[in-house]
T-cell receptor
Framework: LAKTTQPISMDSYEGQEVNITCSHN???????ITWYQQFPSQGPRFIIQ???TKVTNEVASLFIPADRKSSTLSLPRVSLSDTAVYYC????????????FGTGTSLTVIP | EAQVTQNPRYLITVTGKKLTVTCSQN?????MSWYRQDPGLGLRQIYY???????DKGDVPEGYKVSRKEKRNFPLILESPSPNQTSLYFC????????????FGAGTRLSVL
């Protein structure tokens, strides 16, 4: 099963670039990598999704190396409103579409 | 507006009293799922459904039931709630399964006394 491992927490100053790495050693050939953001007492919200190499949207970038056993979410110039929990998710098509969110990475942005 | 709607948002009940948390989506999504979130344990999947009349167990299905009689609705049923089911529950839906983006409801905070 393609479970993921992320740092439990990170701190960053406003305006800095933040990189959160996720390990998914057992990722299957057909699995995509998706990142979600969650604010307290709200449902997770989609940030970015990728399969390989690099993906960029208006919010973040996602870097995936060739072996796909890890991925890095990059948040450019974070602000206080980026303080949230970030989840790396790998869809496990081998088990019929079961999902494992894990505990995520709690990012705190400091003024 | 595309959304996933859960009801109720807050619920306090007593041990053993059957309850249902409703979930409805208006995006014609095939895939729907229930999660619970507890401090230090993150989000854990309870049940999911690939389509009407098709449901499967997630990571923590014990004590829960679901049904998918219509595409838009996916209720979560606690036949005999216990205090260890006190949690924050989220319903989600996506176009299909693992490769698709999930859209989450606002959550239901359940307390079982």
């Amino acid at each position: 099963l393609a479970k993921t491992t992320q740092p439990i927490s990170m701190d960053s100053y406003e305006g800095q670039e933040v990189n959160i790495t996720c390990s998914h050693n057992n990722i299957a050939t057909n699995d995509y990598i998706t990142w979600y953001q969650q604010f307290p007492s709200q449902g997770p919200r989609f940030i970015i999704q990728g399969y390989k190499t690099k993906v960029t949207n208006e919010v973040a970038s996602l870097f995936i190396p060739a072996d796909r056993k890890s991925s890095t979410l990059s948040l450019p110039r974070v602000s206080l409103s980026d303080t949230a929990v970030y989840y790396c998710l790998v869809g496990d098509t081998n088990t019929g579409n079961q999902f494992y969110f894990g505990t995520g990475t709690s990012l705190t942005v400091i003024p | 507006e595309a959304q996933v709607t859960q009801n109720p948002r807050y619920l306090i009940t007593v041990t053993g009293k059957k309850l249902t948390v409703t979930c409805s989506q208006n995006m014609n999504h095939e895939y729907m799922s229930w999660y619970r979130q507890d401090p230090g344990l993150g989000l854990r999947q309870i049940y999911y459904s690939m389509n009407v009349e098709v449901t499967d167990k997630g990571d923590v299905p014990e004590g829960y039931k679901v049904s998918r009689k219509e595409k838009r609705n996916f209720p979560l049923i606690l036949e005999s709630p216990s205090p260890n089911q006190t949690s924050l529950y989220f319903c989600a839906s996506s176009l299909s399964g693992a490769e698709n983006i999930q859209y989450f409801g606002a959550g239901t905070r359940l307390s079982v006394l």
